[in-house]
């Protein structure tokens, strides 16, 4: 019969070995137990809420559709005032202003009441017709202006001087972009609309240059 091949380990040999699989054990039971640890004192995930936001960048003037928004989740106590919580609360919203992708839709980005959030107290809201259109790609909600109106001669219709109606007046929303109001100097169409947030007596002096023509300065 053969003799074996099989080498044969020494005792001293036998040990080391032993003794190296215990440390590799060790280390093995030591990573476990530590990574359980970590996953018993590791806090719970912080609870939301939902909140619409939009699933791409949106222009002013947009009418939000279904396909325009969706739900994520929010911080429990971080979510803006105003924000819509389902889709059905945002389908069917003008848009006062631009929205980016992943921005919550809240009452004051769209038209009606709540465009006076946050306005001093007296404030109200006034649509000026805009003739002058050379402004238009420098405003935005927020954005102060200036009013100036003048009159035609009743008598010659000739024009006569501008007069500044409004001073440091804000801009709450243009309800449709530039490039869709259509408007085209000289060109006799529908002049593009502005929303403003004005006092009583302020919005009075507005109403009282409808008819005639209506230009913005910009304040720094």
Known sequence: MPASTAPVRSPARRRVLRRRLRRIGAALLAGAA???????????????????????????????????????????GARPD???????????????????????????RRLGPGLLAGQPPGTVLVALALSDAGALPSLSPGRRIDVLARAGDPVTGAAGPAERVAT????????????????????????????????????????STAGGWTGVVLRS
């Open 34 to 76: 530590a990574a359980s640890l970590a996953a018993a004192v590791a806090p719970p995930p912080p609870p939301t809420e939902a909140v619409v936001v939009a699933v791409h960048d949106l222009p002013a003037g947009a009418v939000v559709t279904a396909a325009d928004v969706a739900v994520a989740p929010w911080p429990r």
């Open 82 to 108: 105003g924000a819509a919580t389902a889709p059905a609360e945002a389908v069917g919203a003008v848009l006062s202003g631009a929205l980016r992708r992943g921005e919550p839709l809240t009452d004051a």
């Open 168 to 207: 440091d007046v804000v801009v709450l929303a243009l309800p449709a972009p530039p490039a869709a109001s259509g408007f085209l100097p000289g060109s006799g169409t529908a002049p593009a609309t502005l929303l403003l947030g004005v006092d009583e007596e302020t919005a009075r002096r507005l109403a």
